[in-house]
């Protein structure tokens, strides 16, 4: 029995608009446009981006996310084009204390923060999306949890920050970096899980929870309900889907 990492999920007030963003940045498709959210990924149907899934959400950013997206630049070059796209297209720049760094913190139309990094070794084969990180109070904690969910292995472990990434070496690191008052108020991002299709999503759920999730949407949902809500041991929400049959 596992999950995988699904997509990235962000509350947005107008979706369309911040998903063109994020494609148009990134180099990616508006995969799906319905209704009720708008789906980016990777061109790629065999890469192992992780996709984002834009929903409409009815009140503006009022705090500072919880996760975030950094993006990886392959020179030094490459990162100020990088960042003078992301400017161009709607982004601007953010001051969240960081002081002097080789990154530029940038926050999207809808104020959501992200990096564009400068290059690093580390991130030299993850593609546009280099991680997606988690602030925490206990790095290792939650690594070892999304682990399980995710079916990512421990990568690296210190006392300030920890990593998983897929066992293929492929795709983005999910990171949990140490944060002053990381229990803020609820991220405008969330992570998706999804259940594989032969597995039970209900049993998956119980797997979850007694690795440390613990639900928070009503236990009388119904058995085929496209999602169950959950949030992780620091009460970060997250959602296990349902995967589509046949």
């Not at 699904?6 to 180099?27: I, T």
């Not at 990162?79 to 926050?107: E, F, Y």
């Not at 039970?200 to 236990?219: K, M, N, Y």
Request: glycine content about 6%.
């Amino acid at each position: 029995m596992s999950t995988r990492l699904a997509c990235v999920v962000f509350d947005a007030v107008e979706p369309r608009s911040v998903s063109r963003f994020w494609a148009e940045l990134l180099g990616w498709e508006v995969a799906l446009d319905r209704p009720d959210g708008v789906d980016v990924a990777a061109s790629d149907p065999d890469g192992l981006d992780v996709a984002l899934t834009f929903l409409p959400a009815r009140r503006s950013k009022a705090a500072k996310n919880r996760i975030h997206l950094d993006l990886s630049s392959r020179s030094l070059d490459h990162q100020r084009v990088q960042v003078d796209r992301a400017l161009a297209l709607g982004a601007r720049p953010l001051d969240i204390g960081q002081g002097a760094v080789p990154w530029a913190v940038l926050a999207d139309p809808e104020g959501n923060e992200f990096c564009v990094l400068e290059p690093r070794e580390h991130y030299v084969d993850t593609g546009s999306v280099a991680a997606i990180v988690v602030d925490t109070e206990n790095p290792l904690r939650l690594a070892q949890f999304w682990s399980k969910a995710a079916g990512w292995p421990i990568t690296h472990d210190s006392a300030r920050y920890a990593g998983i990434r897929s066992a293929t070496g492929q795709g983005p690191w999910l990171e949990f970096l140490r944060t002053p008052e990381a229990l803020g108020e609820r991220s405008r991002l969330h992570l998706d899980l999804i259940a594989f299709p032969t597995d039970d999503p209900v049993e998956e759920a119980a797997r979850l929870q007694a690795a440390g999730a613990f639900p928070i949407s009503p236990e009388t949902s119904p058995a085929n309900a496209p999602a169950v809500v959950l949030a992780d041991p620091e009460t970060n929400e997250f959602c296990l889907l349902q995967a589509a049959s046949g």
